[in-house]
């Protein structure tokens, strides 16, 4: 798990479309896991394991796709989850934790996780 450089941009694949990047949200219940997996029905998350190296308080995670990390966090700010979780970019050397704030009244802040 790393702090290092986020992913922006819409780096483009061969075929002209957008490359879309892999995130992992992290929940501290699975009550909350369940419910954000409903309210994200339409982006077509996964439902898997906590990876080992992210701390989380339940082994339940959801996995799912967006172009970048503002896409990302405008699709967890939309359906209005992110409360108790945390936001991973999967990448080839692990994940790398994302600052996301979400503040009642579907305000969300991004570098910052409201912890400062």
């Given at each position: 798990?790393?702090?290092?450089?986020?992913?922006?941009?819409?780096?483009?694949?061969?075929?002209?479309?957008?490359?879309?990047?892999?995130?992992?949200?992290?929940?501290?219940?699975?009550?909350?896991?369940?419910?954000?997996?409903?309210?994200?029905?339409?982006?077509?998350?996964?439902?898997?394991?906590?990876?080992?190296?992210?701390?989380a308080?339940?082994?339940?995670?959801?996995?799912?796709?967006?172009?970048?990390?503002?896409?990302?966090?405008?699709?967890?700010?939309?359906?209005?989850?992110?409360?108790?979780?945390?936001?991973?970019?999967?990448?080839?050397?692990?994940?790398?934790?994302?600052?996301?704030?979400?503040?009642?009244?579907?305000?969300?802040?991004?570098?910052?996780?409201?912890r400062?």
């Amino acid at each position: 798990m790393s702090d290092g450089p986020h992913h922006t941009g819409n780096a483009l694949n061969d075929s002209g479309t957008a490359h879309e990047s892999t995130y992992v949200l992290a929940f501290e219940s699975t009550h909350a896991a369940l419910a954000a997996q409903k309210k994200l029905a339409s982006f077509n998350p996964h439902i898997i394991p906590t990876p080992s190296n992210i701390a989380a308080g339940c082994g339940m995670s959801l996995k799912f796709s967006a172009t970048d990390d503002e896409h990302a966090m405008g699709i967890l700010c939309q359906a209005d989850v992110g409360r108790g979780a945390a936001l991973y970019l999967s990448g080839e050397d692990g994940y790398s934790y994302l600052p996301y704030a979400h503040a009642s009244g579907g305000s969300c802040r991004y570098g910052s996780d409201g912890r400062n």
